[in-house]
């Protein structure tokens, strides 16, 4: 099993060639949409690559879901996460830094959640399961 170490050592050079964006750029904080300027179709190529390169099995929505803030799922109002939101988010999105997020959860900046560091607990949570 890698070490998270290496770990991101991966993930940055997937992300840069994902991204097109140069392996400096890619730290552990960067946000992928902020930073990087992934779009949704980048996150397809991102899991396809994470799962060839660290032989692991990533359900659909499981590492990045969709229509988080959703208004008929009851996680936001008036743009913001709500405190029940934010519990969600933490169960969806275990590997993320919610705490941070809860400072300004603003609906907007739910994106900023995915980051390189998120991809890296993940995939070294995956590893550790087996699955």
Same mark, same amino acid.
């Given at each position: 099993m890698a070490t998270?170490?290496?770990i991101l050592t991966k993930i940055q050079e997937i992300l840069a060639d994902a991204l097109g964006a140069d392996e400096d750029e890619v730290s552990s904080s960067a946000t992928l949409v *902020?930073? $990087?300027?992934?779009?949704?179709?980048d996150f397809l190529d991102i899991v396809f690559n994470l799962e060839k390169?660290?032989?692991?099995k990533i359900k659909? *929505?499981? $590492?990045?879901?969709e229509n988080l803030?959703?208004?008929?799922?009851g996680l936001a109002a008036d743009g913001v996460v709500t405190e029940d939101g934010?519990?969600?988010l933490r169960e969806r999105l275990p590997y993320a830094n919610i705490d941070a997020f809860a400072a300004d959860p603003q609906v907007e900046n739910i994106?900023?959640?995915f980051t390189v560091d998120m991809l890296v607990k993940f995939v070294a949570a995956k590893q550790a399961s087996g699955e």
């Amino acid at each position: 099993m890698a070490t998270n170490e290496e770990i991101l050592t991966k993930i940055q050079e997937i992300l840069a060639d994902a991204l097109g964006a140069d392996e400096d750029e890619v730290s552990s904080s960067a946000t992928l949409v *902020g930073d $990087l300027g992934a779009e949704s179709i980048d996150f397809l190529d991102i899991v396809f690559n994470l799962e060839k390169e660290f032989d692991i099995k990533i359900k659909r *929505g499981e $590492l990045f879901p969709e229509n988080l803030a959703a208004d008929g799922e009851g996680l936001a109002a008036d743009g913001v996460v709500t405190e029940d939101g934010l519990a969600k988010l933490r169960e969806r999105l275990p590997y993320a830094n919610i705490d941070a997020f809860a400072a300004d959860p603003q609906v907007e900046n739910i994106q900023d959640l995915f980051t390189v560091d998120m991809l890296v607990k993940f995939v070294a949570a995956k590893q550790a399961s087996g699955e």
